[in-house]
């Protein structure tokens, strides 16, 4: 469904680390991921963290967001966009997603702003990008921040410019299951030093950078990656391109074995976006009312992992209760109508051309047996 590509590099990187970086080599690999992450999207800086998710929570801390504070997420996303609001006592407000993007819809979002609203996390979904231009238009006529979730982006691109270019700040999570993994980890980018300074306290039990006399000046928390994962991360940063190639290719099997089954939809691709393709994802058209509960056990009866694109995060029981997500309910239409027909398909790294085409008459197999039932 989802792994990664490991290569003599990596194991080599991964060696030298566990045999070199302690005592003042400590964080050679750190400084040599972190300066490569950071000149990929264009940046001043990136931090090396445990996860995307601790990335998402510093930034909402970062930028003072708390108690009382509301911060528009989109719909359609993994859990992850969204917990860290919760962390920190502020109100996640659900926007819809647009058709054509999967990702948060400019005219939702405006609408939700009101006089509370701090910030907003617009998230890359799947290697998508929304129109960023039109984001940050909004956001500055309105002054809330953007937040980027480019946790399943990275190496995609928006007009030429890379994902993690566009917030305020921006985290990427390099889990196992993503295009580039340091096992588990994430980066948080940023250009304004008062932030990245924020961030660098509050990652380290509320010590002042360079602090060597244990002296705590806040309560903070403990966010950082080993020397091991950076290692690991720098190696698969110098292979990045190979890395999204794979997954483009991957994307192209999929779309020409699948070409003339008009029963399914697969990834946006509109102009401007370069599309980096974490997840093949085919949408099942939805008057056809194949649910995806109904395909993803079929195909795994054939031998077939897929997974449910993700469900709205207002309808699902962690949030379900809110008044927010009722609302959402009520207005987020689009989001309604594509989550319910959407599976991802198998996109790891190592697929062979060969499993792509037996994954296509599985599941071509599969909704016209549905379709039939
Ligand atoms: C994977 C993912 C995250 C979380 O990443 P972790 O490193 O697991 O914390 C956040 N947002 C999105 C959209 C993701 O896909």
Request: net charge negative; hydrophobic share 45%.
């Amino acid at each position: 469904m989802a792994g990664p590509s490991i290569t003599q590099k990596e194991i080599d990187y991964v060696t030298e680390a566990v045999r070199s970086a302690w005592f003042s080599n400590a964080n050679v690999f750190h400084d040599r991921f972190e300066q490569g992450f950071a000149a990929h999207c264009g940046r001043r800086y990136a931090v090396s963290l445990p996860s995307c998710t601790s990335g998402l929570h510093l930034a909402l801390l970062a930028l003072g967001i708390g108690a009382g504070d509301e911060v528009i997420v989109p719909d359609a996303t993994w859990i992850a966009s969204v917990a860290p609001v919760s962390y920190v006592g502020a109100v996640p407000v659900f926007a819809d997603i647009d058709a054509q993007t999967w990702c948060v819809s400019p005219e939702s979002l405006d609408t939700l702003i009101t006089p509370r609203t701090k910030a907003a996390i617009v998230v890359d979904l799947y290697g998508s990008m929304p129109d960023w231009d039109r984001l940050a238009a909004i956001a500055q006529r309105r002054g809330i921040a953007l937040i980027e979730d480019a946790a399943e982006a990275v190496g995609s691109r928006w007009r030429e410019r890379p994902a993690g270019a566009f917030g305020e700040l921006s985290a990427f999570s390099f889990h196992g299951s993503k295009t580039l993994t340091t096992g588990e980890g994430g980066m948080l980018v940023v250009d304004d030093e008062r932030l990245l300074d924020r961030v660098m306290r509050l990652r380290d039990h509320g010590r002042k950078p360079g602090d060597v006399m244990f002296r705590n000046e806040e309560i903070g928390f403990k966010y950082k990656m080993s020397a091991m994962q950076a290692a690991l991360g720098a190696a698969q940063l110098e292979r990045l391109s190979e890395l999204v190639d794979a997954k483009r290719r991957i994307f192209k099997w999929y779309a020409e074995e699948l070409d003339g089954c008009d029963e399914v939809t697969l990834n946006p691709d509109v102009p401007g976006l370069y599309n980096s393709y974490w997840m093949t994802t085919v949408i099942v058209r939805p008057e056809l009312g194949i649910r995806k509960e109904a395909v993803i056990p079929e195909l795994k009866r054939q031998g077939i992992d897929a997974r449910p694109f993700f469900y709205p995060l207002s309808a699902l029981p962690a949030y379900a209760d809110t008044a927010q997500a009722e609302l959402a309910r009520a207005g987020n239409l689009v989001s309604q109508r594509i989550t319910p027909y959407g599976i991802n398909l198998p996109s790891g790294l190592t697929l062979e051309r060969d499993q792509v085409a037996l994954v296509c008459r599985r599941l071509r197999d599969c909704i016209s047996a549905l379709a039939s039932a």
